[in-house]
Each structure stands twice: as structure tokens, then as C-alpha cells.
């Protein structure tokens, strides 16, 4: 029965008066380009004359275009197309007329695209032809060579289209990257003939918006009409002229022309439908889940519906506390989808599409909320409004810093993005506190249940599925966890631990107390402190008033604990749903070596004498160099990585003092040696030497070049410096002439790795270097 109700509607439409008028237009349009043809197929001589004397072009291409629609595109053709409802509606075509002119090369716009398949650049082409044919219709043709102003509108336009034509990419890839599926799709019919037709029209629907008209039409005439409120269905119309030529472009017969006409006029008659306003998403009294958008950059609620109607201008959306009383409704938080701006108001034409988002990151926003649409017509239409309430489940889960080190560009929702510190990503090693948010919940029966943190080596930006290892867990399992779960930041590698509440007595009676259990922060002991050694193992309870426990897991042991990881944070709630958050980590736990090999040619516990190193005379208005060698080098995280921070070497210093001094003595300049007062710079900042690679990580991936160990120079001091005569400045540190005394010399290398558990929060190695050293200059002057 259904069918016979089609068949008979479609019979209906074949027999319209209007719809035979535009046939007969649209049959005497092909007619001549028909006979052409047959003409053709009985003469092969001129056939192949024209062949060898006309090569393809693209002109020929816009000719034919023009030649096919030029009679059949006219105002009464236009005119009668429209149901005539919509005719008396629209009143004059004086009023509407610069959109009636345009619609031709809407259909033409469409039948070239679709006459082939069409890469990116190709549609970028008939775009512009498209512009071209606009602009003259509506007498202001584009320039040759277009202006400056010509130039930025088209480029606009280009860069629609690529936005418009970005999601048809995504999906062939998809198609292509995932095809398991598409046989059985083929076999079983679900992909046929007809599959891909919409896809053309839906980059159509994506391109022709609002927020093109004005390069589309020239600001002129944008200008002039914007306010028009015909505006909406001038756009309506043009793509059911787009999707109409697409539809001729691809015909096969003369039968298939007439369906493309038939679904063009149904197009025309649901432009002209009254107002209508649905959300479908979120439904009435749904939990509507916190999702991070971004496209828009919004963290909150998407909300889908329908915003359409045939003298529709805009549409709204508003919301307010479910409880609170309709005045309350307000726009502040709402973010419209595209085509419209961010702020609103949103565009018509939108069927079962994302209408806007309720960001509620932007500020306080209530578990139960309420949600209007409203679409628009002319002044005096009654607007057409709907509400829906709904409850929010959000959705807080991200790891925000680590040992207080932020993300950088990208923020804490970008899986990409890397702990950075001045510009610069940064590294950690030994125990580290995690710090960030894990929280879903406010929709009756639903909330956290636990979260886990799992490592990964590498980079990777898709969570769940395989290759993690799980190193922490925090259940919410029994009443008194329940009671303390965090909604705010706290430090995600926390513990349970149970320790009552008893009240001072008196008053109250002796041991009146109250059960609690507590999250105490702690650091993940990503690897050891020292390598070759173990880090303390870490056991806690699942219930700390019952068993069972858990034990935290270091990282692998290979390449000593350090490389490029990902973590993730994994927040379950109640219902085994699964909300993650990634962040990429470098972790560093390889050793840095320092050590003073020489002085002056000698090893530690040697005396040496001031003298080997004075010219003649001794004078004091000239340097006595002497050469410290040794090792500063920290270990690349990655073998053969030398950017920041697989290379994060920090840099050494040095100290002399005195036997009975304070440590560390006075620091020495590096490269040395100086001259009075002996000031900066005193760090080194490059590495020295190096500690051969049996003294390196013996995991390391890949290994470390093959090689023995190799000393160089750490700083050159100047000995007059020693002496009391020339450098009468520092008494704590000089000789007098004649006397002799122990010094020791210190060496601190370290890198940029933040590592709370070792010395100075950083990896870091102290090497001291004692030696005998006797001023045996003779008494007397000195030459200046």
C-alpha cells in the first residue's frame, strides 16, 4: 500500500502542469545537442575532422554548459519550478531578482563538478568559473586581472572549499586505512551503484553558507542584501540548482533526467517548509556526556537539531538551570557550530546537524540544565522554539603537570602535547608526582569507580587497545572512599590510608571518632635513583582497612629506565565505561659522570709546586696556567638523539679551597684562566671528555658507540692566584712564599632533568681532588 501511495504521488508530480512546463524546457535544452550528436554519429569524416582541428580545452567545456542551460535557466523556467505556494509567498520577482539571476550558474556549477570524478585543485578551478559567473550575472564582473580586493575574496572562497572538502577526504581515507569491512558490504548490498552520490552534494551543503556571500557575491552586493529575508532561501534554492546539475552531469539517459528533475522540484518544495525547531541530541531527561570539541576548542555539551524553514533568518540557543524560571535563559557559554560565528546567531538549513555547544568550562554551569532553540523568520513570523533537559555527565580527566611542569602548546586535552618548562620540553627521572583531574559524574546512578595510570614506550595519541602497563591504581569501592572523591586537581599518584577522626575529650566523651579514609600524594618511582641499583618498591591497598594491595610498576628496565613514554590516565565509572586522557613524558634515569682525572700533569694526592708554573721572575702581570682534566658528560636519553631533551646536559663547575675552608671553596672560571678579580663565567656548559662505553647504560637502545674512555680539558687555572704576593685579595686561599698546604679541588656536573629524589631536584655527580701544592718562590719582589 505504501508503494501505491508513492507510485500515485510521483504520478501526481509527472503530471503537474508546472513540472510538463519545465520537462518540455529542459528536453528542448538537450534537443539540439542530441541531434548534434546523431549528426555526428552519421558522418565520421567530419567527425574526425573535428577531432584532429578542436583538441579538448576547457572553454569548450564552459560553451557547452552555457549552450545547454542558457534556454532552459530562464525566469519563467525559474519561476515555474517553485511550488506556488512559494511564488505568492515571495511576491514579485523584482524583490528577489538577484537571486533568481544567480541560480543558472548554480546549475552549471554543479554540472561540471559532478561530470567526472574531481580532485581537490580540479573543484578549486570550476569554484572559480563559478565566482565568475556570479559576479557577472549580478553586474559586477571580476576584473582581468582580478584586483587585490578580487584576489582575497577568491582565495576566501578556496579556503572554504578545502574546509568543505576536508571531511570527504577523511572518510575515503578511513575507508582506505580501514577496508576489513568492505567486502562483506559489496556481497551483502550495502554498497551498490549509488554509493558516494550524496558525498558531492554534502561538500555542496558544507561550501555554499553564509559566511561566503560576501566574497561569493562582492561586499557590494552582500551589503545590500544580508538583511534580506530572502537571504536563507536564495542559499536553499542555489543548492538544489547545484545538486540538480550534478544530477543532469551524471545521467545516463533521458530517464534519468526526468528523476533529477522530479528530486529537484522536491527540493524547491522543502525550502519552502514553515519553521521548524528539534533538538534530537540531547534527548529529553538524557545524561548527555562532557566531551572535549576540537574543531570549536570546546570542552562541554554538542547539541543537534534541526534549524530550517522557508523564510528562516536564524536560529538561537539559550540555557539556564533546569529549576530556574525562563527568564533565566542566557546565551553566555554557547558557541555556535559552523557556518555561523562562534557567537552566534546560527545559520539556517541545519537537519539532525550540530546546531552548537553548551561550554561548560567557560564558567559555573549546573548539573541539570535546560536548553532552548528558537528559529527565526521576518519580522512579525512567530518564532519557532523548543526546550530539552538534560543532565550533564562530565567528564574531567587530564593529567595537568608533573612535578609541577605545565604542558605546552596544545594544553592538557592535546595528545601531542609536552611537558615544557622556558620553552623547552623537559625530562624527569626517579619518583614523580602526577598531577591533574580524575572525575566523570552527576548523572543519577552513574559516577567514578576507580581510575589507573598506565605507561607506554613511545608516542602514541590513541588510547585503550594493547601495549600499555598499568604502574598505579585508586579505587572508589567502598562508602568511605566514596566520600573523598576529588572533583578538583590533586596528585594522581595518591594512596589510601585510614585514620580516624577523634574528638578532643572533654567535651565529647573518650573515644568518640569517625572513621575517614585519606588519599596521601606521593612519587612514582619511575626507575632508580642510582643506576645499577633498585628503586624502593611500592605497595599500597586497594581498601586500606582490608586487603588486597597493589604494587606500582617502574618503567621497562631497558635503556636504564628512560626514552620517549606515554601515559595515560584511565577514569572507569560505574557503568565500565572507559574516559582516558594522554601525556607525553621523557624519562630520563641514566647516570652522569664527573670526574677530575689531572692537575697539571698529575694525579690526585701529588704535590706540585708553584713554581712549575711562574715564568721566570715570577712576575704577577701575567698568567701561571695550569690544566685541570677530567670528565663532565651526562648520557643522551636516546643514543644518537642529540635534541633537547635526549640532550639535556646541564653543565659543571668547579671549586678550589683550602684545607680548613668552608666548602666548597671559591668557584674557578670556566674556560680559564681568567685575570684579577677572577670573575664569571663560572659554568661550563658543553660536555668534556667521555666516560668510554663500558661505563655507560648497559641497556641502552641502541647502544652507545664502541670506545674507551676519554679525558680533555674541564677548565685552565691560574696559579699566581695561589700566591700570597700576587693575589694579596683572597688571604683564605693563597700561599705565603715558603709555606705548603693540601687543597682540594670539587667538580659538580648535572643536567636539566627534573628529578626530585636526587640532590638538588636534578641528576647530578660531586667529585673531589686532593692535592699537595708548596709556594716555593723565593722571598722578594715581584716584577708588576
Not at 610498576?553 to 595515560?568: A, E, W
Not at 680548613?660 to 684579577?676: C, E, I, M, T
Amino acid at each position: 500500500m505504501a508503494d501505491d501511495a508513492s507510485n500515485r504521488t510521483e504520478h501526481d508530480e509527472l503530471h503537474d502542469e508546472d513540472f510538463q512546463f519545465v520537462l518540455k524546457a529542459l528536453l528542448a535544452a538537450y534537443q539540439p545537442i542530441l541531434e548534434e550528436q546523431l549528426r555526428l554519429a552519421q558522418a565520421p569524416e567530419e567527425l574526425k575532422k573535428q577531432v584532429e582541428s578542436n583538441p579538448p580545452n576547457c572553454e569548450d567545456e564552459i560553451a557547452q554548459a552555457n549552450a545547454l542551460f542558457a534556454n532552459f535557466a530562464t525566469e519563467e523556467v525559474a519561476l515555474r519550478s517553485l511550488p506556488p505556494a512559494a511564488r505568492e509567498l515571495l511576491g514579485p520577482p523584482d524583490r528577489w531578482r538577484w537571486c533568481l539571476l544567480h541560480i543558472r550558474c548554480c546549475i552549471i556549477f554543479g554540472w561540471l563538478v559532478c561530470r567526472g570524478p574531481r580532485t581537490f585543485r580540479a573543484f578549486a578551478y570550476y569554484l572559480y568559473r563559478y565566482w565568475r559567473c556570479v559576479r557577472e550575472v549580478l553586474g559586477t564582473p571580476v576584473s582581468n586581472p582580478p584586483t587585490a580586493q578580487e584576489r582575497e575574496d577568491f582565495q576566501t572562497l578556496v579556503t572554504a572549499l578545502a574546509a568543505a572538502f576536508k571531511p570527504y577526504l577523511a572518510d575515503q581515507l578511513a575507508s582506505v586505512e580501514f577496508p576489513a569491512g568492505i567486502p562483506e558490504q559489496v556481497i551483502s548490498g550495502q554498497i551498490d551503484c549509488f554509493e558516494g552520490l550524496e558525498a558531492s552534494g554534502e561538500v555542496f551543503e558544507r561550501l555554499i553558507h553564509q559566511d561566503i556571500a560576501p566574497a561569493l557575491l562582492g561586499s557590494k552586493a552582500f551589503e545590500q542584501h544580508q538583511q534580506d529575508p530572502f537571504l536563507w532561501f536564495c542559499r536553499c534554492w542555489c543548492l538544489c540548482a547545484i545538486r540538480f546539475g550534478c544530477c543532469l552531469a551524471r545521467a545516463r539517459t533521458l530517464r534519468d533526467a526526468v528523476r533529477c528533475l522530479l528530486w529537484y522540484f522536491r527540493c524547491l518544495r522543502d525550502c519552502f517548509q514553515p519553521l521548524t525547531c528539534l533538538i534530537t541530541k540531547p534527548a529529553m531527561n538524557a545524561c548527555a556526556e562532557e566531551q572535549y570539541f576540537p574543531g570549536p576548542g570546546v570542552l562541554g555539551v554538542e547539541i543537534v537539531g534541526t534549524a530550517t524553514g522557508g523564510l528562516c533568518t536564524h536560529y538561537t540557543l539559550e540555557w539556564k538551570d533546569a529549576g530556574a524560571p525562563p527568564a533565566a535563559y542566557t546565551q553566555v557559554g554557547i558557541v555556535y557550530a559552523p557556518p555561523a560565528p562562534p557567537a552566534g546567531p546560527g545559520s539556517c538549513g541545519k537537519v539532525n546537524a550540530p546546531l552548537g555547544y553548551l561550554n561548560t568550562a567557560v564558567g559555573p554551569v549546573p548539573n541539570s540544565v535546560s536548553v532552548r532553540l528558537c528559529v527565526f523568520g521576518p519580522a512579525g513570523t512567530t518564532p519557532c522554539c523548543i526546550e530539552v533537559t538534560f543532565q550533564i555527565f562530565r567528564q574531567r580527566v587530564w593529567i595537568t603537570s608533573v612535578e609541577g611542569v605545565l604542558t605546552g602548546p596544545g594544553g592538557v586535552l592535546d595528545p601531542n602535547a609536552q611537558l615544557m618548562s622556558g620553552g623547552q620540553v623537559i625530562s624527569f627521572g626517579s619518583a614523580v608526582y602526577i598531577t591533574g583531574r580524575a572525575w566523570v559524574g552527576q548523572c543519577t546512578g552513574r559516577e567514578i569507580k576507580r581510575y589507573t595510570l598506565w605507561y607506554q614506550p613511545g608516542f602514541v595519541v590513541v588510547p585503550g587497545g594493547a601495549g600499555w602497563t598499568q604502574f598505579w591504581q585508586v579505587d572508589y569501592i567502598t562508602p568511605l572512599q566514596q566520600k573523598e572523591i576529588p572533583d578538583s586537581e590533586f596528585t594522581l599518584t595518591s594512596y589510601w590510608y585510614y585514620q580516624p577522626i577523634c574528638l578532643p575529650s572533654p567535651p565529647f566523651p573518650p573515644g568518640t571518632c569517625f572513621p575517614k579514609d585519606w588519599l596521601a600524594g606521593t612519587g612514582w618511582w619511575t626507575g632508580p635513583l642510582i643506576p645499577g641499583t633498585s628503586a624502593p618498591t611500592q605497595t599500597f591497598p586497594i581498601d586500606p582497612q582490608a586487603g588486597p594491595t597493589w604494587m606500582a610498576q617502574q618503567v621497562f628496565p631497558i635503556n636504564c629506565n628512560s626514552g620517549k613514554y606515554t601515559l595515560q590516565l584511565d577514569v572507569e565509572d560505574t557503568l565500565g565505561n572507559h574516559y582516558y586522557d594522554l601525556q607525553q613524558i621523557w624519562l630520563d634515569n641514566k647516570e652522569i659522570h664527573g670526574k677530575i682525572t689531572q692537575f697539571a700533569g698529575v694525579p690526585p694526592c701529588s704535590s706540585i709546586t708553584l713554581s712549575q708554573f711562574a715564568p721566570p721572575g715570577a712576575p704577577c702581570n701575567v698568567s701561571w696556567p695550569a690544566d685541570l682534566l677530567g670528565i663532565a658528560y651526562d648520557e643522551y636519553i636516546i643514543e644518537g638523539d642529540l635534541s633537547i631533551p635526549s640532550d639535556n646536559f646541564g653543565g659543571y663547575e668547579l671549586w678550589i679551597k683550602k684545607d680548613g675552608a668552608p666548602d666548597p671553596g671559591v668557584p674557578l672560571p670556566v674556560p680559564g684562566p681568567g685575570a684579577p678579580p677572577w670573575g664569571p663565567p663560572f659554568v661550563g656548559t658543553s660536555r668534556v671528555g667521555d666516560p668510554g662505553f663500558a661505563a655507560k647504560c648497559p641497556t641502552a637502545v641502541p647502544p652507545p658507540p664502541a670506545g674507551l674512555e676519554l679525558t680533555n680539558r674541564l677548565l685552565t687555572i691560574d696559579m699566581r692566584r695561589l700566591d700570597a704576593v700576587c693575589n694579596p685579595a683572597e688571604p683564605g686561599l693563597t700561599l705565603g712564599r715558603g709555606e705548603c698546604c693540601g687543597y682540594v679541588l670539587t667538580l659538580l656536573v648535572w643536567d636539566n632533568s627534573v628529578v626530585p629524589a636526587g640532590s638538588g631536584g636534578r641528576h647530578e655527580i660531586e667529585h673531589h681532588f686532593p692535592i699537595c701544592i708548596c709556594n716555593d718562590l723565593p722571598a722578594g719582589t715581584n716584577i708588576p
